[in-house]
């Protein structure tokens, strides 16, 4: 089961670096997103990574940085976009409905080979196999941010992902570079954001009960463990958006931090660092 052509549905933070990534290591790679604005965003993101990887990256010199970005060809037609996909990787935003519709859609566009593999940080591939039309060709595929510096990929699927798809999977993320994650079972959450997630989601309770600024319970975390980074730091660079989403389909609790985000940061045009300001400002 061979994987040379990749497509990636959604050009933002991960989508992108996932992308980058793949192009980086040799393989021919499409990414789609759903208009004109989108891709220039993307291109601008993709010129971020080619100086990031001359800087970070072990044999990105000599104009390969700047040859993988060339590579990747930029849509904004879904059709066009998979016609001739091996593999799917689904990097869309986590709302449960936007990606069973792209999922109903990708069903009937792809060729009946493509394997199909979502990126989703929280969703279990359960929700989301029924509306794929191939759940024997459908798994998730779940990467860090940065990519390049922070390289898991973990690979879980379900009681009818094919054992061979799944094996081709964890044969492509080590092929680009990562460490394959194989999970046994299905788990929301993974392993990385079963740890990460009530992480954060405890930070922002005490920043939004009104107990702590967001800067000390930085410091605190990086001080008390060592930790190069606190939580919301990693909110910043994962992007206000990610979290939020996730929130406002969570629980009571869940929404009301969701809605302290909104009201404080993203209403406000806080996203995070690629927006040059979240919790923190960026030059």
Not at 27 to 41: G, S
Not at 228 to 241: E, K, R, S
Request: aromatic share 8%; charged share 25%; net charge negative.
């Amino acid at each position: 089961m061979s994987i040379r052509k990749v497509t990636v549905l959604g050009t933002g933070v991960l989508g992108s670096q996932i992308a980058f990534q793949t192009a980086f290591s040799g393989f021919e790679v499409t990414a789609y997103d759903i208009n004109d604005d989108a891709l220039k965003a993307a291109n601008e993101r993709f010129a971020k990574l080619v100086s990031i990887y001359r800087d970070e990256v072990d044999g990105a010199g000599d104009g390969k940085a700047e040859k993988a970005a060339d590579s990747i060809v930029l849509t904004a037609d879904l059709s066009e976009a998979v016609k001739d996909a091996d593999l799917v990787i689904e990097a869309v935003p986590e709302v449960v409905k936007i990606k069973q519709e792209t999922y109903q859609k990708l069903s009937e566009l792809a060729p009946h080979r493509t394997i199909f593999a979502t990126n989703s940080s929280t969703l279990l591939p359960s929700d989301l196999k029924d509306s794929t039309g191939r759940p024997d060709r459908f798994l998730a595929l779940h990467f860090a941010n940065d990519v390049w510096r922070y390289n898991t990929a973990e690979v879980m699927g379900t009681k009818d992902t094919d054992p061979e798809v799944f094996r081709a999977v964890a044969e492509f993320a080590e092929a680009i570079g990562m460490v394959p994650i194989e999970l046994h079972k299905e788990k929301a959450g993974y392993v990385v954001n079963s740890l990460l997630v009530p992480l954060l989601n405890s930070a922002m309770a005490l920043s939004a009960g009104g107990y702590a600024d967001p800067e000390a319970v930085d410091k605190t975390w990086r001080i008390a463990t060592g930790a190069p980074f606190g939580p919301f730091q990693m909110i910043d660079v994962i992007g206000l958006n990610t979290p939020y989403n996730i929130l406002v389909n969570s629980d009571d609790d869940g929404k009301k931090l969701a809605a302290w985000l909104k009201e404080n940061y993203i209403d406000k045009g806080k996203l995070g660092k690629s927006s040059g300001e979240g919790f923190y400002k960026y030059s």
